[in-house]
T-cell receptor, first 115, second 112 residues
Framework: SAVISQKPSRDICQRGTSLTIQCQVD?????MFWYRQQPGQSLTLIAT?????????ESGFVIDKFPISRPNLTFSTLTVSNMSPEDSSIYLC????????????FGPGTRLTVL | QKEVEQDPGPLSVPEGAIVSLNCTYS??????FMWYRQYSRKGPELLMY????GNKEDGRFTAQVDKSSKYISLFIRDSQPSDSATYLC????????????FGKGTHLIIQP
């Protein structure tokens, strides 16, 4: 497994602002993913963070709203842009540690509240 | 119809009981199946991972996959109050480069 940390752990933000969430892994990993967990809902994949290239977004998520960076194999950021109360959620990064990424391990999450 | 169905509960059982948690799925292309445990205000923790149909045991936990019925289960024996958490089933396709598809999670309460 891998040790994954996220910053910040929680934040309260105003409508219209942006927040950047950091994900740090203690070892190099091939695959990193970003998920959203809304109250009472499943974890939903936002995008795959690709090292050295643009992230791959799932249907319903766009780069302008959720820009992602992955400058190296241990670090990624997710920005939630122009926030609205509907963006209030828990944001989680995960990593696949094996070559085949059959399993994924999750960070502790960032709890975001937008007023 | 959602891809993965999971009863959100809450499911409340007495300490020591056998717990059965279940998920059904609609896409037969799913090949890998996982169970995660999530405590309040924490990230999901991987409990069990299975690939083929059949049973896989790890301590008090048994994961069961029936691909023909598109049905997976997690059994917890000798349940403890510390098992109280939300249990999430997850699955993905072969190849390894895709994200996971999750059920909504079942909130489990073990009564002392």
């Amino acid at each position: 497994s891998a040790v994954i940390s996220q910053k910040p752990s929680r934040d309260i933000c105003q409508r219209g602002t942006s927040l950047t969430i950091q994900c740090q892994v203690d070892s190099q990993v091939t695959m990193m993913f970003w998920y959203r967990q809304q109250p009472g809902q499943s974890l939903t994949l936002i995008a795959t963070a690709n090292q050295g290239s643009e992230a791959t977004y799932e249907s319903g998520f766009v780069i302008d709203k959720f820009p992602i960076s992955r400058p190296n194999l241990t670090f990624s950021t997710l920005t939630v842009s122009n926030m609205s109360p509907e963006d209030s959620s828990i944001y989680l990064c995960s990593v696949g540690v094996a070559v085949s990424t059959d399993t994924q391990y999750f960070g502790p999450g960032t709890r975001l509240t937008v007023l | 119809q959602k891809e993965v169905e999971q009863d959100p509960g809450p499911l409340s059982v007495p300490e020591g009981a056998i717990v059965s948690l279940n998920c059904t799925y609609s896409n037969s292309a799913f090949q890998y199946f996982m169970w995660y445990r999530q405590y309040s205000r924490k990230g999901p923790e991987l409990l069990m991972y299975t690939y083929s149909s059949g049973n896989k045991e790890d301590g008090r936990f048994t994961a069961q996959v029936d691909k023909s019925s598109k049905y997976i289960s997690l059994f917890i024996r000798d349940s403890q109050p510390s098992d109280s958490a939300t249990y999430l089933c997850a699955m993905h396709f072969s190849g390894g480069a895709d994200g996971l598809t999750f059920g909504k999670g079942t909130h489990l309460i073990i009564q002392p």
